[in-house]
């Protein structure tokens, strides 16, 4: 439906932009040694909320996204790194360690 393709992390990271683009978020994909990350700005799903739940539900979206990419044909991690109000997620292809 969101137009996705079951491809390369090029691919997935096209789509993690699609889904975060979609609720608002300030998105852009960036090249960090010639692989593909999703720059994210300004998370709406934590918006508002008081630190722990901001922590509790951001490791659950965390977990939903590294499961979406999981369950991809070809398989992908995805590493989140959070930097002040930017977070970078960052596909990569194998098994989840």
Not at 31 to 60: I, S, W
Request: charge should be negative.
């Amino acid at each position: 439906m969101v137009g996705a393709r079951d491809g390369d992390v090029l691919d997935a990271a096209k789509y993690l932009a699609s889904m975060f683009q979609g609720m608002g978020d300030d998105v852009s994909i960036e090249t960090h040694d010639g692989a593909p990350v999703v720059r994210q700005r300004g998370q709406r799903v934590v918006r508002g909320l008081e630190q722990n739940e901001r922590e509790l539900v951001f490791t659950c979206w965390q977990e939903l996204w590294r499961g979406a990419l999981a369950a991809q044909r070809e398989l992908k991690t995805l590493r989140v790194d959070v930097d002040g109000d930017v977070t970078w997620w960052v596909p990569s292809p194998g098994l989840p360690a």
